[in-house]
Nanobody, 113 residues
């Protein structure tokens, strides 16, 4: 199965911002409830934000008020706007479906001074 393609990661100082993008491989993939996950070094994947096919967002408590998930159906693209970044946000970020997620390359986010 084709995987979505994540981009937009990088190195940023604490308090900074990044915007991640996720391009779905096709309509069959896109029309699912989707989520942004992250995998910190040495730890398991965790769900940080999700959006339903109706556009309803949900957030993990650790990112609530700082991260915003959105989707552009015309581009089959999902975004994660990350503000007020903290060192503990450092991880590889992935996008996938909420049901039976699978992992592509991801995009590295490093928050460090």
């Amino acid at each position: 199965q084709a995987q979505p393609v994540e981009s937009g990661g990088g190195l940023v100082q604490p308090g900074g911002s990044l915007r991640l993008s996720c391009v779905a491989p096709g309509d069959n993939y896109w029309f699912n409830d989707m989520g942004w996950y992250r995998q910190p070094p040495g730890l398991e994947h965790e769900l940080v934000a999700s959006i339903t096919t109706f556009g309803v967002p949900h957030y993990a408590d650790s990112v609530k008020g700082r991260f915003t998930i959105s989707a552009d159906n015309s581009k089959s693209t999902m975004y994660l706007q990350m503000n007020s970044l903290k060192p503990e946000d450092t991880a590889v970020y992935f996008c996938s479906t909420l049901v039976s997620p699978t992992w592509g390359q991801g995009t590295q986010v490093t928050v460090s001074s």
